[in-house]
């Protein structure tokens, strides 16, 4: 079974700083997708960035960008220029059929 | 474009009751998802529909929860008789055809108090 694990319950990071989530999984599969979701408190999930396994290069939205180690299943996420509004709860997800989301990491901005 | 609409937002029931929650997912999403996240974890999918036919509901207790979607539009999850431990926030999700690396349109939840 495919398992996501994310090691920081919760990270916090001074606004216009870089932070880094870290995110691992385990699969046997070569081929699947992954994917970083925001969760704000109003609950509805926003997705922040996602990357094709089949592909080298790291993806990258705006300010976000992943750490893509396919041999390490690791897909770590990297926020650049924190602000305040990305302060949320972060998940992690491995797709090859269903998709499976870690248990989250919380994000904590401050000014 | 309207987003996935949940209603209710919020539910309190006592145990052993029964509770209902709808979604009406995106115009033209063939793939529609229950999830199901606790406090302090990541969501569970319960459940994934490909229009009106059910493509995987393995981690669905089935003794007492059930799922339809009727026309392959909208979608209601009943609990019954409801535990203590459903106490849960219930995320509908929709996407075109459900593959790849697609994304996950998400609603803003039910969020449900089994007391």
């Known amino acids: 079974a495919q398992t996501v694990t994310q090691s920081q319950p919760e990270m916090s990071v001074q606004e216009a700083e870089t932070v880094t989530l870290s995110c691992t999984y385990d699969t046997s599969e070569s081929d699947y997708y992954l994917f970083w979701y925001k969760q704000p408190p109003s609950r509805q999930m926003i997705l922040v960035i996602r990357q094709e396994a089949y592909k080298q290069q790291n993806a990258t939205e705006n300010r976000f960008s992943v750490n893509f180690q396919k041999a390490a299943k690791s897909f770590s996420l990297k926020i650049s220029d924190s602000q305040l509004g990305d302060a949320a709860m972060y998940f992690c997800?491995?797709?090859?059929?269903?998709?499976?989301f870690g248990a989250g990491t919380r994000l904590t901005v401050k000014p | 474009e309207a987003g996935v609409a949940q209603s209710p937002r919020y539910k309190i029931i006592e145990k052993r009751q029964s509770v209902a929650f709808w979604c009406n997912p995106i115009s033209g999403h063939a793939t529609l998802y229950w999830y199901q996240q606790i406090l302090g974890q990541g969501p569970k999918l319960l459940i994934q529909f490909q229009n009106n036919g059910v493509v995987d509901d393995s981690q669905l207790p089935k003794d007492r929860f059930s799922a339809e979607r009727l026309k392959g539009v909208d979608s209601t999850l009943k609990i019954q008789p409801a535990k203590l431990e459903d106490s849960a926030v219930y995320l509908c999700?929709?996407?075109?055809?459900?593959?790849?690396?697609?994304?996950?349109?998400f609603g803003s939840g039910t969020q449900l108090s089994v007391l």
């Open positions: 999700a929709s996407s075109l055809d459900g593959t790849g690396v697609e994304k996950l349109f």
């Open positions: 997800a491995y797709r090859r059929r269903d998709m499976r």
